[in-house]
Structure formats: structure tokens, C-alpha cells
């Protein structure tokens, strides 16, 4: 098997559709060469490699470094420097790059091939000792943090002593014998440390960095991160070779990082950072404060250090060109690193890049209005699941604020908590139910599981493109970045003269970069502009109907503003524990006999109506699926002596008969007790009321406003045909004296929902009696898997860890078992009852995955919650791409 694939320097062995085998670096490093743009030339060896390496006990076969050799030569002919060559010397990077992109989870090492003999022949050839020595002593800590895995804490401490004794205050002050006598004292921290010389041997250097990149894989920062992004293990990485190239030969040299477009909003306007005299990481490391690439972001933010177009106008102009030209290739908006070394642009990296949803909707609906990609493909690009960062609350403008400071906005939302300092705080606060907002001098990669437990970040240190930002718009979670003014000590920070102590609550808006004091209140988002429009896109093409889950009119108007056609799941037992009413409900259930029930009844039939009432009013003109009583009525038994007396009073029985009765309807197992349709056929009064609720208020609405809501009653835990014709009898005859009261007739349908899998198997002969089917896959997937929702948190998670299911099955949806019940039941209904109404009214309904689902079985609608609907619309949408 080949592992080695060369670019540079005329040569492409690979290309961006080599991504799996090469790793997203490695296969657009070989697209930027082979489109002509200056790369430095190197090689990469391919992912497929990674497996091997720890089936051989982390080890190198002989044909590996025969091919690395190959790879090395095509270096050194592309650059005319040969590896450890002691006047000229060739040196690299070495570099990890997966399939998609893990921003600072593996490790990389540069400045590789400098030892003491090589280190004078780059001083001698650059003309620069200062620079040859800083690469040096930059590559000995590189080297010993990740390839040695020594304690980098002992590195940096020496040179701060440095610095110390020489009365400095920046790296920069250093002169080059300064930095030599710091490469002594590196070099014998890492005898100490190691027991072995420093490695002179650029060889030994080489397999000892490529060693360390294949195992960073299985480093705990990396498969954090993979489990919280669902990234396989078995990807492997690839590891990269490139020849080095100086963004630290002085004010001509730069390196820097950029984003064709804003990641945070989506504006299109380049948007970036960088340094004059730095390299690698410097940039993103927030050691010293970034320069803004453009005049007008420079402006923008009132700061003075010129940016990269007035510093160095052509070189900034090469690398605009570069921007458009990549943006043009590639069809997307494209995140960037590039050194200038003496004037000089060099491309080192391209990928798709990293966005909020904001800028995701802003992004494709401008490069489709461009003409840049089409309307499907705009949709295609929104992850549904991230619009739900867009539909949660943003602060009140209105209301009052007491800002302690401000720093850059680098993730949008707003997010109150309280604070805490460490990742692992963050993480047992959250566990606990606190929001939090984690507050740190700037994140790295061991912060990230504490940055997803906390609602916020906050970083004093760090820009636009630190750690902290791209990792909070990646989550999705608001953050301020670089709040400068901000002083972090122990369990407290510090503002000016102000306190804030760790436990007290704050508010950032990462969309202002505003970090406030205590809670500031939010309101709802405005969801028009980018979002309406790829809404409205996302209409057009998706032909299944999205409705929502909703029981209350305050939901109904939150989902029709989100754009519901109609009422998927109204429950109506929760209109049943409203504090005025439960009183009836126990009458009516404690009730000896039907006279009892009845009398109980009565009393609870016109307050179920003037809640149909409310809910039609709001949902005039569209199908509402009103679900009858479903719940064990234990649910709504009183519990504590106090409520017995209540009840007592009430219904003029006394306590102990009332108890006893109590007694009575305890069930073993209620999920499959006593509920449902059960309860319609041994008290059918009860659905009866419920019918004329629903008639009366349909009558009532369609008197006041013209037109009717369409009532689709829905006779719940149907497992028999026998059952269904008995209730939609009861509903029918309710039906009929409600018309014959009232003088008019209402347009409705009586169906059931699917939820058992007898109910799925005879969906046949149940259709001959229902209009309709739901899919209630909550209890489906309780019935299907034998599984009780409430008692499944204990074994799922190890479940889906162990490859068991490959998601949490009840959020999303177990299509080849529970699936397959569905798509049955589909196909059986439709045989008997060719129009029947087929949809799902399960949580399912907005989790994208099963709305693809919905969608290949050919549902006509899905329903979800409120805030889920416009996920649900554009999932639906991508399912009927
Ligand atoms: P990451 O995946 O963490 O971004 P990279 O492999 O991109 O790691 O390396 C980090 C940084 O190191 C790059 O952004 C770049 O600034 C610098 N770098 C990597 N390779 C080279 C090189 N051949 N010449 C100069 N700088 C390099
Ligand atoms: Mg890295
Ligand atoms: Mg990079």
C-alpha cells in the first residue's frame, strides 16, 4: 500500500476529494498546490496509515521510511535545501490533519530539522542569528511539550527568568545571544527531565514527531472531542511534512489566520488577524493582542496598530486575491492560515470554515443570491439543529444594564450565569442544574468539556480567532473574548474597582461583547431577513406539512409564529391539572358509579371548551389533532391527606371511602394499565364530554369567525380495529348532537394514533376504521424496544457507547426496528384507505434524522414542538431534496 502523497512545487499526488484518505489539511494543501497557489511543498502520510501504526505496537515498517524518504527528496528538489544539511539546512513542520477538522485537538511541531550544528548554517544563510536561535529554542519546547511530553511549565518559567534577569519585558527584546544561552538551558532541562541529550539526529526528530501526531489520536483532549462531535475513532489522523516557511524574519515576515467571510454574522467582508514577526500559533495562542487584517475592521474597532492593508498593502492584496479565488473554488466561505515570510505570501491551510448560524444563513443566502451556489444547495448547507441557537431569546434592549466591561464579540447569544473559573467547576455546576459562565484568562483544548456544561465564556485574553471563539461558535455557546480590562485572581475577578466574585451571576452578549452584572432580562428574536427567506425557500421545496405539539394558545401562537399549519398532538390531560379544575377531575374519577362521573363531568365541559375555544381561535382554518384522555388516572390522584379532605368536601364522601378507592386504581404497571382508549371503553362519558367540548368549540369559533378549525379527534393506545369503531362511535354520536344543537355541521375526522406495534401489524383493518394514523413513536418506541422511557437513562448512555443503538433511541428515531413498524403501518393503511392522513406526533418529529425518515416513507406531515417548527420545516425541506 502507497501512504505517501507529495505536493508542492508543480506536484499533486492528491486533491480536495481525497479528504478521507489525506485528512482535510492534507487533501486542500494538494488543491491549493495544484491550482497554483504558493504552497510550501511537503507530503502527507494518509490516514489509512494511523490504523497501522497502532496495530503494530505504534511502530514504523521499513517501506514507510522508504517512502517518507521519497517524500523528503521531493522537499528538498523543490527547495534546494537538503534535511540536516549543516550550511543550508531543509527544515519542516510536521503537522496532524484529520478528516474533519479538530481545531487545536492534535498536536503540531514546527521549525523540525534544528540542531547545533544546522542552527548556525540558518543563522548564516538568513543573515539573521536573532532569528535562527529564537527557531531554535522554539523548536526544543515544541518538541519536548509534544513529542517528549515533558512538563512545558519548566520551559516557559526559564524564559521568563530570562527575560527577568535581562530586565525585559517582551520576547522580542531578546537578542540573539539571549536566545542561545536560553537553548543551553533548554537543552539541559530536557537531560534533566528526559535523562537523554536533547535529539541532534533530524532524522530521530522526524519519526519521533510523525510517532507523536499518529498518537495524539488516542490523546484524551482528542477523543473528548470526538465523542462530543461524533467523529469516529477508526478515521485515524494523517500527518503532514511541509517545509518551513518564516513568518518571524522580521517587519517583512507575518503570519496569520482569516476567514473570507465574518464567521459571526456572516457579513461579506474579509475578516482576520495576524502578526508582524510571529509564527505559528502566535497568533491564535492570545500571547501578544493580533492586528486586524483590514482598514475597516481597524476602524471599526477604533484601534491603532495598522492593519495588514496599510502595513503591507501587496502582499495584502496577493492574499485578498487569494481569498476570492478560494472562495470561488471551493463554493464556500473559507477559513485560512498564511505566512508572509520577507514579502512573500504562503499558503498553509483552507478548509470550509467553522460559523455561527447566523453567518450560516447569511452566508447561503447571499452566495445563492450571488449565483455563487443554487437555492437547494443554500438549504442543504443549514444543520437544522443550529437554528436553535437563532430561535432562543436575545437581551432586551430596553432594559437596564450595568456593564463592567467589554470585550471582543466573538460568539453571539446571550447567555446569564453564574461564574466559575475552571472547566471541571463548570462541568460539576452544570451537572448540578446551575447555569454558568465560565470565566478564564483564555480556554485551551483541556477547557472544552467545562465550555460546553457552561451557557457562556468569557475570556480576558485572546482575539477574534483565540481558542475560546472559534471553539464557542463551533458549540454554539455566546462568548466575549479578550475583555483586556478584566483581572482574573483566585475564586474572583477583578474590574477597575469592582468585584466579582465567583457563584455571582453575570450576563455576557456575545454579540456585543458586553459583560454585565447580574441577570439582564431577554426577549424573543425577530425571525425575519436571512431567516425568513431561506425559510421561505425551504417551503417551497419540501412537500411534507410541519405541525406542532401544543396544548396551550400562548404555544399555538409561539408555533404559528414559527410557521405550524396546524396542531399535530394537543393533549388534552394537561388541561386537566390546572389547579381549579383537578378538584372535578378526582371527582370524577373517585366517582362510584357512571351517575357520579357524569355529575363530575358536567362541571369540567365548559372549561374543556373554552379551551378548545382559545386554540381554535388561534389555529382558525387548520387541522388540529385533539388526543383524548390518554394517562392512567392514578396521575391525577390526590397524594397528601390534606387533598384527600379537599376532595372530601367536594363530592360529600369521606375520606377513608376516598382512600380506599385510591387504593383501588393502584396499578403495577401503568404505562401498560390502565389508559388510552381503555379508559373510553369502560367509562366512555368521559371521551363522550371531551367530543362535545371539541364540537361545541368548533361550532362556537366557526359562528365568531367564519371559518372552522378542523377537529381531528385521535382515540389514543388503539390496538384493535374493535376498539377504534367503539370510541369513534361515542365521538360520532357527541358529534351529531352537538350539529343538531347548534344548527350546524363542522368538517372533522376521527382516527388513531399508532403507538403499539399490534396497532402497527393490523394497521390494515384499523384503517377501514380511522381517517387518520399518527405515529406516537414515544410509546412505539417504549412498546417496539420493551423499553420504559422513564427508567431508561440508566442503560441507554451505555448502550449507545458500546454501539448498542446508535443513537439515544427516543430522540432519535430506531428506524430499523421501530422504523420498519412505521413503514408497515404506511403501507397497510394506505392499501385499505388509499387517502388516509399519515404523520407523527412523536418528539421524533423534530429531530431531522427522523424527519428524513418521515419522509422516505412518504408521512404528509410531521409535528414538533413549538420552538422545534422551523427546525422541522427546513429538515424537511433537505429529506425532500
Ligand atoms: P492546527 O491544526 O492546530 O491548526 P497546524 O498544522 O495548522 O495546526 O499548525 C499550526 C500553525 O503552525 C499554522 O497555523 C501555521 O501558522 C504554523 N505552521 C504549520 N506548518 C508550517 C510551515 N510549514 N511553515 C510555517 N508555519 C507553519
Ligand atoms: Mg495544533
Ligand atoms: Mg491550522
Known amino acids: 500500500t502507497k501512504y505517501v502523497y507529495r505536493f508542492g512545487g508543480g506536484v499533486s499526488d492528491g486533491g480536495r476529494g481525497d479528504k478521507n484518505l489525506l485528512g482535510g489539511k492534507g487533501a486542500n494543501l494538494d488543491e491549493m498546490a495544484s491550482i497554483g497557489l504558493p504552497v510550501p511543498p511537503g507530503f502527507t502520510i494518509s490516514t489509512a496509515f494511523c490504523a497501522v501504526y497502532y496495530d503494530e505496537g505504534r511502530a514504523f515498517p521499513p517501506s514507510l521510511r522508504d517512502e517518507v524518504a521519497t517524500g523528503i527528496a521531493h522537499i528538498e528538489g523543490v527547495t534546494g535545501k537538503r534535511f540536516g544539511d549543516a550550511a543550508d539546512p531543509l527544515l519542516v513542520s510536521v503537522r496532524s490533519g484529520a478528516r474533519a477538522s479538530m481545531p487545536g485537538m492534535m498536536d503540531t511541531v514546527l521549525n523540525l530539522g534544528l540542531n547545533d550544528a544546522t542552527v548556525a548554517g540558518l543563522a548564516q544563510v538568513s543573515g539573521d542569528a536573532r532569528f535562527a536561535w529564537d527557531s531554535y529554542r522554539r523548536f526544543i519546547q515544541m518538541y519536548s511539550d509534544v513529542v517528549l511530553e515533558l512538563d512545558h511549565a519548566r520551559f516557559e518559567e ?25 537553548v543551553d538551558e533548554y537543552k539541559s532541562i530536557v537531560a534533566e527531565l528526559w535523562g537523554r541529550p536533547f535529539p541532534q539526529d533530524v532524522h530521530d ?132 492560515e498564511f505566512t508572509v515570510q520577507q514579502g512573500k ?38 444543520d437544522p439543529a443550529a437554528l436553535d441557537q437563532l430561535l432562543h431569546p436575545t437581551l432586551d434592549p430596553k432594559a437596564a444594564r450595568d456593564v463592567l466591561t467589554k470585550g471582543l464579540p466573538a460568539s453571539p447569544g446571550a447567555a446569564s450565569g453564574r461564574i466559575v473559573f475552571t472547566a471541571d467547576e463548570a462541568e460539576r455546576a452544570a451537572a448540578g442544574g446551575d ?26 485574553r485572546g482575539g477574534m480567532t483565540s481558542h475560546a471563539a472559534v471553539v464557542a461558535r463551533g458549540m454554539g455557546r455566546p462568548c466575549v473574548s479578550g475583555a483586556g480590562s478584566l483581572s482574573i485572581g483566585k475564586g474572583v475577578m477583578r474590574v477597575g474597582d469592582r468585584e466579582v466574585k465567583a457563584g455571582e451571576i453575570i450576563t455576557i452578549d456575545g454579540s456585543t461583547g458586553e459583560v454585565m452584572a447580574g441577570a439582564v432580562p431577554t426577549i424573543q428574536p425577530e425571525l425575519v431577513g436571512d431567516f425568513g427567506t431561506l425559510m421561505e425557500w425551504a417551503d417551497g421545496i419540501r412537500r411534507m406539512k410541519v405541525r406542532t405539539n401544543a396544548e396551550t394558545p400562548q404555544d399555538c401562537r409561539t408555533a404559528r409564529e414559527f410557521g405550524a399549519e396546524g396542531i399535530g398532538l394537543c393533549r388534552t390531560e394537561h388541561m386537566f391539572f390546572d389547579a381549579a379544575r383537578i378538584t372535578s377531575v378526582r371527582q370524577m374519577i373517585l366517582a362510584n358509579d357512571e351517575t357520579g362521573r357524569r355529575a363530575a363531568l358536567e362541571k369540567l365541559l365548559p372549561e374543556q371548551r373554552s379551551d378548545f375555544v382559545e386554540i381554535f381561535e388561534v389555529m382558525v382554518g387548520l387541522p388540529c389533532t385533539i388526543r383524548l384522555l390518554d394517562p392512567p388516572l392514578h396521575e391525577f390522584l390526590p397524594h397528601e391527606d390534606a387533598e384527600f379532605g379537599e376532595v372530601a368536601k367536594a ?11 385510591a387504593a383501588e386504581l393502584h396499578e403495577f404497571n401503568p404505562m401498560l394499565g390502565h389508559r ?16 362535545r367540548a371539541i364540537f361545541e368549540a368548533a361550532c362556537e369559533v366557526a359562528e365568531k369567525s367564519g371559518a372552522a378549525p378542523v377537529p381531528e379527534v385521535m382515540i389514543p393506545l388503539v390496538g384493535t380495529k374493535r376498539e377504534l369503531e367503539l370510541m369513534k362511535a361515542v365521538v360520532d354520536a357527541a358529534a351529531e348532537a352537538v350539529f343538531a344543537d347548534k344548527g350546524r355541521r363542522i368538517e372533522y375526522l376521527v382516527g388513531t394514533m399508532i403507538e403499539l406495534p399490534r396497532a402497527a401489524l393490523r394497521a390494515g383493518e384499523i384503517a377501514e376504521a380511522g ?12 412498546t417496539t424496544l420493551g423499553v420504559s422511557r422513564d427508567d431508561a437513562a440508566r442503560f441507554l448512555t451505555s448502550y449507545v457507547e458500546q454501539g448498542i443503538y446508535a443513537k439515544d433511541p427516543f430522540v432519535s428515531l430506531d428506524v430499523d426496528g421501530v422504523g420498519e413498524l412505521v413503514k408497515l403501518a404506511a403501507e397497510r393503511g394506505r392499501a385499505t384507505r388509499p387517502e388516509i392522513k399519515l404523520g407523527i406526533c412523536g418528539e421524533h418529529g423534530g429531530d431531522p434524522a427522523s424527519i428524513a425518515f418521515c419522509e422516505s416513507v412518504g408521512l404528509d406531515y410531521v409535528s414538533a414542538s413549538p420552538y422545534r417548527v422551523p427546525i422541522a420545516r427546513l429538515a424537511a425541506a433537505q429529506a425532500a431534496l
Not at 676 to 691: D, F, K, S, W
Request: charged share 25%; proline share 3%.
Open 771 to 782: 381517517a387518520f394514523f399518527s405515529f406516537g413513536t414515544n410509546d412505539l418506541t417504549q
Open 435 to 460: 447555569d454558568v459562565i465560565l470565566v478564564r484568562v483564555e480556554t485551551s483544548p483541556e477547557d472544552i468539556h467545562g465550555m460546553h456544561a457552561a451557557r457562556g465564556i468569557l475570556t480576558a
Open 205 to 336: 526528530q522526524l519519526w519521533g514527531a510523525i510517532g507523536a501526531v499518529f498518537g495524539s489520536w488516542q490523546s484524551d483532549r482528542a477523543k473528548v472531542y470526538r465523542r462530543l462531535n461524533d467523529i469516529p475513532s477508526e478515521w485515524g489522523t494523517a500527518v503532514n511534512v511541509q517545509a518551513m516557511v518564516f513568518g518571524n524574519m522580521g517587519d517583512t515576515s507575518a503570519t496569520g489566520v482569516a476567514f473570507t467571510r465574518d464567521p459571526a454574522k456572516g457579513d461579506n467582508a474579509y475578516y482576520g488577524e495576524f502578526l508582524i514577526n510571529a509564527q505559528g500559533e502566535d497568533v491564535v495562542a492570545g500571547i501578544r493582542t493580533p492586528q486586524y487584517l483590514t482598514k475597516a475592521a481597524r476602524e471599526a474597532a477604533n484601534a491603532k496598530p495598522a492593519s495588514m492593508e496599510e502595513a503591507m498593502p501587496e502582499v495584502y492584496g496577493e492574499l485578498a486575491a487569494v481569498f476570492d479565488l478560494l472562495e470561488r473554488h471551493y463554493r464556500d466561505m473559507q477559513d485560512i
Open 158 to 182: 526559564a524564559l521568563e527568568i530570562a527575560k527577568e534577569d535581562r530586565g525585559y519585558y517582551l520576547d522580542t527584546d531578546m537578542s540573539a545571544a539571549d536566545w542561545q544561552g536560553l
Open 651 to 661: 363530592t360529600g364522601l369521606d375520606v377513608d371511602t376516598l382512600k380506599r378507592r
Open 345 to 382: 505570501l504562503w499558503m498553509l491551510q483552507t478548509r470550509s470554515g467553522k460559523r455561527t448560524a447566523k453567518a450560516a444563513l447569511k452566508i447561503a443566502v447571499d452566495m445563492a443570491s450571488e449565483g455563487l451556489i443554487t437555492r437547494e444547495e443554500a438549504i442543504a448547507r443549514i
Open 676 to 691: 388510552g382508549c381503555r379508559l373510553g371503553v369502560t367509562y366512555p362519558e368521559i371521551y363522550e364530554m371531551q367530543a
